[in-house]
């Protein structure tokens, strides 16, 4: 299957710092990548879907101005979370599809955030 | 997106096949079914999906029932590397459309 990785795996920061999150699709061009939000015993909610060239679409209640969509590249997306606080707390996963494999989305590892 | 029911929780001796049932009894006609599995503290890991067909591959097999309102994914000799929160989703477009989540089932292999 297709292979999705994330850096870093865990990143713990102060409050008010900005983390970068880094999304790669190692085997295939992915022209759409997705960012989730799983918090402790919860599942996974979508965060906002990113096509590679173009303005990230955020889900309701996410806010585009605090999580940074970037998508610049067919391999590399990256999610930033500005000034973080501690309710940013979470395990950040992204997920990449490509055009001939329209059906199916694959998961990359997560990256669990802990903001003191 | 349909939404999905499934059990909490099911429990599996080693070995046996495990079955795990989901009702989606509003899914649209060209809505897929899907199936992903969580191990803890890791991304969700791709299963199989199938539209109508059953489907088969070298993790699992996919049953849909005839009106497609209920689906059972079948792990034919579970182990314990199985134990995980397995999630049935319906979806359009898998690949172009972000995935809903629900609660999923918590399936536990016992030795």
Redesign the interface.
């Known amino acids: 299957g297709a292979v999705v990785s994330q850096h870093p795996s865990r990143v713990i920061c102060k409050s008010g710092t900005s983390v970068k999150i880094e999304c790669r699709s190692l085997d295939f061009q992915a022209t759409t990548m997705f960012w989730y939000r799983q918090f402790p015993k919860q599942s996974l909610m979508l965060m906002a879907t990113s096509n590679e060239g173009s303005k990230a679409t955020y889900e309701q209640g996410v806010e585009k101005d605090k999580f940074l969509i970037n998508h610049a590249s067919l391999t590399l997306s990256t999610l930033t979370v500005t000034s973080a606080h501690p309710e940013d707390s979470s395990f950040y996963i992204c997920s990449a599809s490509w055009l001939a494999g329209i059906e199916t989305q694959y998961f990359g590892p997560g990256t669990r955030l802990l903001v003191l | 997106d349909a939404k999905t029911t499934q059990p909490p929780s099911m429990d599996c001796a080693e070995g046996r096949a495990a079955n795990l049932p989901c009702n989606h009894s509003t899914i649209s006609g060209n809505e ?1 079914v ?1 199936w ?1 599995r ?1 191990i803890h ?6 299963i199989i ?1 199938g539209l109508k067909n059953n489907e088969t591959n070298e993790m699992a097999s996919l049953i849909i029932t005839e009106d497609r309102k209920s689906s059972t994914l079948i792990l034919p000799h579970a182990t314990l590397r199985d134990t995980a929160v397995y ?1 049935c989703i319906v979806s359009s ?12 089932t918590h399936l536990i292999i016992q030795p």
């Open positions: 897929y899907y992903y969580q503290s890791q991304g969700p890991q791709y999906h999630y477009g898998g690949g172009a459309d972000g995935l809903t989540f629900g609660k999923g």
